[in-house]
């Protein structure tokens, strides 16, 4: 049995089949941005940042950890 890949024309509309196959194409805009965009959002790139939560050394939220 062969894998198909995409999408079904039976279970989806022509504007769901278009904006699918648009963002599948090299040459189209809307594959540049999702590239774009997973470039930006992929997890190696999201492990390397340190989020500044705003608290300076010293400071606390009020509770105590004994």
């Known amino acids: ?6 999408v079904s024309g039976k279970t989806h509309t022509p504007a ?3 904006d699918y196959a648009n963002q599948n194409n090299p040459n189209s805009k809307a594959y540049k941005a999702r ?3 997973e470039a930006r959002t992929s997890s190696r790139n999201r492990k390397n940042k340190k989020y ?3 608290i300076l050394d010293g400071e606390s939220y ?3 950890d004994d």
Do not use: F, V
Request: glycine share 16%; net charge positive; proline share 0%.
């Open 35 to 37: 590239k774009e965009n």
């Open 16 to 18: 769901q089949l278009k």
């Open 62 to 64: 009020g509770w105590c």
């Open 52 to 54: 500044d939560i705003g």
């Open 1 to 6: 049995m062969a894998k198909s890949k995409g």
